[in-house]
């Protein structure tokens, strides 16, 4: 029988949420197989973890398709991997932190047969304690990714003007709509959008992987969908603010990439603009006596000078 769903799940050193995912998966995957006759498959891909994730996945998860990468590959990368084995006519990338319910894939599917247009589903995320998630916004270009920087893209007069790229408004999500760009620790694509785009720019280790992405995803004429009535649990968003130096290098290493690569006129203004609004929130930071936060800011700067 052909696989109607690919789900395809890339792991790195998490093993007991990895574990609960796939427990989540199983439910989900039998659920949708017999009591709607749609067959899956899920694909887990393992970035070289040293706490014996691929073992212990091999040992308690027989049924899982697992690949495993030889070194870390990064979240593109690592995805990439396991979509070149998908099978399935709908594609679900799925973050190992990331929770089924028991019909999450009946409904997508009733949702991209109901909406014949829809090219790839983003659903509801909620962080554990069933909070708001920031799951998308609007694609960075020169202006708006500038007024980022700075700040200012979440002043209430601006972000009335410019299109912003992080849409922290939860009113924004209460209704279906077409969005720009969206995460991808929940994206159910159609395979002609994997045949189409390509799959993840694999130069982005982490982090604007799925923004690029979609940016592609976009620019060929394609949809990606949002429902709030499908809602899941991700367990990212309910994380600490603790500033990771790591965390913020990557995601402006990945800012400065994606407007070189497709906006590369504007591309050394970004940066200039970038260096600013790093060095003006380390001195907010200073002078506000967090001197932890300010450190990491200035460190990101004088990365950003090489």
């Known amino acids: 029988m052909q696989n109607k769903i690919s789900l395809i799940i890339v792991s790195y050193n998490t093993w007991e949420v990895t574990k609960k995912c796939l427990e989540k998966v199983n439910i989900a995957t039998d659920f949708s197989f017999k009591n709607h006759g749609i067959n899956s498959e899920t694909i887990v891909v393992d970035n070289a973890s040293t706490d014996k994730s691929a073992d212990l996945i091999r040992k308690y998860f027989p049924w899982v398709k697992l690949i495993r990468s030889s070194k870390n590959l990064g979240f593109g990368a690592g ?41 790839a589903l983003q659903i509801n995320l909620r962080n554990s ?33 410019i299109r912003p790229i ?56 394609l949809k990606i969908c949002y429902s709030p009535n499908i809602k899941i649990v991700h367990l990212s968003g309910a994380s600490g603010k603790v500033l990771s130096e790591d965390k913020l290098k990557n995601q402006y290493k990945g800012m400065l990439y994606y407007h070189k690569k497709h906006f590369p006129i504007g591309y050394f203004t970004v940066k200039l603009f970038l260096l600013l609004g790093l060095l003006f929130r380390s001195f907010y930071y200073l002078i506000s006596r967090n001197g932890q936060n300010a450190k990491v800011y200035y460190k990101v700067s004088k990365f950003l000078l090489y």
């Open 129 to 161: 304690n069933g909070s708001f998630q920031l799951i998308a916004g609007n694609l960075p270009t020169p202006i708006n990714t500038i007024l980022w920087s700075l700040g200012l893209e979440s002043l209430p007069f601006i972000n009335q003007i």
């Open 166 to 221: 992080y849409n922290h408004d939860e009113n924004y999500f209460v209704k279906e709509r077409v969005l720009e760009w969206s995460s991808a620790a929940f994206f159910m694509m159609k395979r002609e959008v994997y045949l189409v785009s390509g799959g993840f720019d694999e130069k982005l280790f982490l982090y604007m992987e799925d923004v690029e992405l979609c940016k592609r995803i976009k620019e060929k004429g």
């Open 79 to 119: 995805n990439n991997l396991g979509l070149k084995e998908a099978k399935g006519d709908y594609l679900l990338l799925l973050n190992s932190d990331a929770f089924l319910n028991k019909d999450t894939l009946v409904k997508c599917l009733d949702y991209f047969k109901k909406n014949k247009d829809c090219d």
